[in-house]
């Protein structure tokens, strides 16, 4: 059975249409990459996955029952800024589900079982690389190392979903790479069913399986609201050439000109 | 030649320039008071720095002649007293209506037109209803502090708790939490240091308080005993009282801020 299915899901505010008509399943282990023009829905599908936006008519399933409207732990979070909470170190950042999961009353851990869940929480930021940075705030660390933190941090409650929203908008194109890499890595290994939404077209392309292209395929300049965006392009990744890459990019152009 | 603007002192400069007005008012209080004591030695407007000495020395190194107890130090014992009981309990109050108001919609919904409404008393209106309720001892006189300084940090720190980002409350859910360890998790532990401002900034308020009710009615403490004084123009026992209550007054907001700094460095790193 598809973790997530889609059966013609619309979300609208008001007379506003953010999203129609969208059919679509997921199967565990994809890892499906949304781009499109700012304003076309992307996000709004993201919270709605989430639980903190529910849609307006149609269904949302998860596992075959409508989603829950509200965040849990089956769908693990990386935003593009505010992940991680600063006033824990990285350390106790990532020992943080454990410690709420195992300790309902106090979510805090101390003596014996606090080491065992410190060994754990270790081994989490070794595999992303902050074994240096194990003792230090959120804010001694770079961008970069934040948003490994903030997928360290989601990745020790193993949600069954992980949803990024723009996580490496704000980084350098070097660091960049590496959180690809990374992410890659994370995603074989713990077989993760991945949602990222981005900005940029060409990351989309080659990161995960699957391609959605969030976009309008009705614009009416003098109403930008009164149709909502679709999925234009659902592309396995790999499959796709340049040809398309420029095809889609023009269309994503045209769209975000129109509604500016 | 640099603008004006662009212009920035040095270190010493910084300190010379912050330390002139200070001298400059000394010099201006002692030319002043140098005039009028010749002018009639037995003025008691602006007395000398020899006649507040005597005075600090009676009343700071001296036993009272009446009651036997250190005059000065009594009074910043009573005073410091009614402030920390009474900036102790509306902290708590104000933590936690703050975070209930600040986290949980309904409680926000239920309490926050009473919170508002409360506020807008002025607490020196109802002094006579305290002195008449709670009677003439120390509970009215703390009351004022709780009744003035409450309802302000209540309304702050629920405002600090909604500006908590909503990525971080969504995070906690996301990582299992329920209500309650959000509140214990996140909310409180990112409440204190705000909680810190927050106090620092309604001490002023809470002195204000303390010596208006001071005045009206008590029998020691530091508001008390300048407008007993006061009767006999003893300047020379204001003076020096005014400024150790100022003393006094910049040492807890200091000592606040450096606890604040040792206790909270990722709030002061990331602000």
């Known amino acids: 059975m598809a973790i997530i299915e889609m059966n013609n899901l619309w979300k609208e505010y008001g007379d506003q249409v953010v999203l129609e008509r969208l059919n679509a399943e997921v199967q565990e282990g994809e890892f499906v990459t949304l781009v499109g023009a700012s304003g076309c829905g992307k996000t709004t599908f993201l919270k709605m996955l989430l639980g903190t936006e529910s849609p307006t008519r149609g269904e949302l399933l998860l596992d075959g029952a409508p989603i829950p409207d509200q965040p849990d732990e089956t769908r693990g979070i990386v935003f593009q800024r505010y992940s991680v909470l600063p006033h824990l170190s990285a350390l106790e950042n990532v020992m943080l589900a454990d410690e709420l999961h195992r300790h309902k009353l106090i979510g805090r851990a101390f003596g014996g079982k606090r080491k065992a869940l410190k060994d754990a929480a270790m081994a989490m930021l070794e595999s992303v690389g902050l074994t240096q940075a194990a003792g230090k705030f959120p804010h001694e660390l770079s961008g970069g190392m934040q948003q490994r933190l903030a997928i360290a941090q989601a990745l020790m409650k193993r949600p069954r979903i992980l949803l990024l929203d723009e996580p490496f908008g704000a980084l350098d194109p070097g660091i960049r790479r590496d959180m690809h890499h990374l992410v890659l890595d994370l995603w074989r290994e713990q077989g993760l069913t991945i949602f990222m939404v981005t900005h940029d077209l060409a990351e989309g392309f080659y990161l995960g399986t699957r391609l959605w292209v969030f976009d309008k395929t009705r614009l009416d300049p003098q109403a930008p609201g009164a149709y909502g965006a679709r999925i234009t392009y659902d592309l396995p990744v790999g499959d796709c050439d340049k040809g398309t890459l420029t095809a889609i990019q023009e269309q994503a152009d045209a769209t975000a000109r129109t509604m500016a | ?271």
């Open chain 2, 1 to 271: 030649m640099k603008k004006l603007i662009n212009r920035q002192p040095g270190r010493v400069a910084t300190w010379a320039l912050g330390l002139l007005p200070f001298a400059l008012l000394l010099v201006v209080y002692l030319l002043a008071s140098d005039a009028r004591l010749e002018a009639n030695p037995n003025d008691k407007l602006l007395p000398a720095f020899s006649a507040m000495g005597d005075a600090i020395q009676r009343m700071a190194f001296e036993p009272s002649k009446r009651s036997g107890e250190y005059l000065l130090w009594a009074d910043t014992l009573a005073s410091l007293t009614r402030l920390a009981i009474g900036v102790g309990i509306s902290a708590l109050m104000g933590l936690v209506f703050g975070i209930v108001t600040g986290t949980l919609p309904y409680a926000r919904a239920g309490l926050s037109p009473l919170i508002t409404g409360l506020s807008l008393v002025p607490p020196m209106a109802i002094l006579p209803i305290l002195f008449i309720l709670f009677g003439l001892g120390e509970l009215a006189k703390v009351m004022l502090i709780i009744i003035g300084i409450t309802p302000f940090l209540i309304r702050d720190l629920q405002q600090r708790a909604r500006e908590i980002p909503a990525e971080q409350v969504i995070k906690m859910q996301t990582l299992g939490a329920n209500t309650w360890q959000i509140i214990l998790r996140l909310v409180w532990p990112q409440i204190m240091p705000r909680l810190i401002s927050a106090v620092r900034l309604s001490l002023g308020s809470a002195w204000l308080f303390l010596i208006a009710a001071e005045a009206i009615a008590a029998t020691e403490g530091l508001g008390y005993r300048i407008f007993l004084v006061r009767r006999y123009l003893s300047m020379d026992v204001i003076l020096p009282y005014v400024l150790w209550i100022t003393l006094l007054a910049f040492a807890i907001d200091f000592l606040l801020a450096r606890y604040s700094r040792w206790r909270y460095p990722w709030f002061h790193g990331s602000h």
